[in-house]
């Protein structure tokens, strides 16, 4: 390093932001992530050691990935390599795996390769890697926001330890934050102080991100004009002014885009309606396509309520119709009845049951023989062939109902569709007993023991 590159290396850390300049040097500095760095954990040891394997740190932003990556390169005495994957190609690649060639032929020294951003690497850089990290030649630490199941490629995974990082506490922030201004590296020089009311703001609108509570702190106090007696105040008003609302943690294309819709799909299916327009609110807020909100709440509609109420599935698509034509914003309205409709309806999968119970036998048994009496008789010559011959029309009995084999010989014992005793369902069943259909297996529970037999959920 020449004297420029030394100077501009200066000027670099003393200008850096606040979260930069604060960033810890040693584990022991390291606030959050007991369950993986805490002493006597397996990522501590393995750091303290020198000892590290290659490993994915996964997390949203702001709880400490990049940190634990440069106390690694402070403590580890192999070879350091950063690079970032939103601006790095295979050239770069190429100059790391080749000075780590030369490290441990030549000199017997590990090279750690950290990553940041490693989602960002296409399939093929991905692929580059993966001998070299298999041979030992680099030990990877990559950095990810989104789930690495999804976006790192397997055979890497396979060949790392994944270390989720979750949000920081409301605790931690404060200690960051109060971190921050006693220490020389933070904002102490600026002769700033702030009040409990505001470091406590601060700390809960961060959302377990560091980053933006470090970078709130920096702004206030370079924003804030000292007092009559020279002291820079952050009180709560100042914290308000320089820190954005909270912002939904939300990729359409990864975890938070499934971990939530399946949480709105579960509120549903579990009648809860609250839970259901929360995350119904959570997406929506985030810029979900409504259109895919519509579509899956006609799948909740079928399977998770089915003929319990019918009317479910109606209201489901007249949703999904309405908010096409309507548009945002009014649409949430729309999404937010069909959801709290959907929630608040009884439940039955049978529906779902008996179509997953039919796809196994049809699995299993393949194309079984169709009953001849059923098969198509409107060409001439079907009757020769016995084609519709002795078929039962359902219409000339009693109650429009005969007694009659329609599932194939092999399977004709099986039952698929199993209504209960739940809201139309029970309808249903009542109606098979009434025309004489297996009234043993549509017994129901009389309703003059009690109960509605429209709401039985009511007894």
């Known amino acids: 390093m020449d004297l420029f590159d030394y100077m501009a290396e200066s000027r670099k850390d003393n200008e850096a932001p606040l979260a930069a300049r604060m960033r810890p040097k040693t584990l022991d500095e390291v606030v959050g992530q007991e369950e993986i760095a805490g002493k006597d954990k397996l990522l501590y040891r393995a750091i303290k050691a020198d000892r590290l394997s290659s490993i994915v740190l996964y997390g ?113 922030i404060l200690t960051l934050i109060k971190r921050a201004f006693e220490s020389d590296k933070g904002v102490k020089s600026y002769n700033a102080v702030i009040t409990d009311e505001a470091a406590d703001f601060l700390a809960d609108i961060a959302d377990g991100d560091a980053r933006a509570a470090l970078n709130a702190v920096e702004l206030a106090v370079l924003t804030t004009t000292p007092g009559e007696d020279g002291v820079i105040h952050v009180d709560l008003k100042v914290a308000e002014e320089c820190i954005q609302k909270k912002a939904i943690r939300y990729d359409k294309t990864g975890d938070n885009h499934y971990d939530t819709i399946a949480a709105f799909i579960e509120s549903m299916c579990g009648s809860d309606p609250d839970a259901a327009l929360y995350y119904l609110g959570r997406m929506l807020s985030a810029g979900e396509d409504v259109k895919y909100i519509a579509r899956r709440m006609l799948v909740a509609a079928s399977e998770e309520v089915g003929n319990a109420d019918p009317m479910a599935i109606c209201v489901a698509a007249s949703a999904a119709v309405a908010v096409e034509r309507v548009g945002m914003p009014e649409g949430r309205i729309i999404l937010a009845q069909a959801a709290a409709y959907i929630a608040s309806a009884p439940k039955s999968n049978a529906a779902y049951l008996g179509i997953e119970k039919v796809m196994d036998t049809v699995r299993e048994t393949g194309n079984l023989p169709i009953p001849p009496y059923l098969q198509d008789s409107s060409y001439k010559g079907a009757a020769k062939l016995g084609r519709g011959v002795g078929y039962k029309y359902a219409h000339n009995y009693a109650n429009h109902w005969v007694e009659q084999q329609y599932l194939p010989d092999r399977i004709r014992d099986e039952h698929f569709y199993e209504p209960n005793d739940i809201g139309h369902e029970r309808v249903i069943k009542e109606y098979f007993r009434s025309i004489g259909k297996d009234p043993e297996r549509y017994r129901y529970e009389d309703p003059s023991k009690g109960g509605n037999p429209d709401r039985p959920w009511e007894k």
Request: proline fraction near 4%; charge should be neutral.
């Open 60 to 172: 949203p932003p702001g709880v400490g990935k990049t940190t634990l990556a440069k106390v690694i390169a402070n403590t580890t005495s192999a070879d350091f390599h950063q690079v970032n994957a939103t601006i790095a190609g295979k050239k770069d690649m190429e100059a790391v795996v080749a000075k780590a060639k030369e490290n441990l032929g030549g000199y017997g020294r590990k090279t750690i390769l950290f990553i940041d951003e490693i989602h960002r690497f296409n399939k093929a850089q991905q692929d580059y890697l993966l001998p070299y990290v298999e041979d030992g030649t680099v030990i990877l630490i990559g950095a990810t926001t989104e789930n690495p199941y999804f976006e790192v490629n397997g055979a890497l995974l396979s060949r790392s330890r994944i270390f989720e990082l979750k949000p920081l506490s409301k605790d931690n």
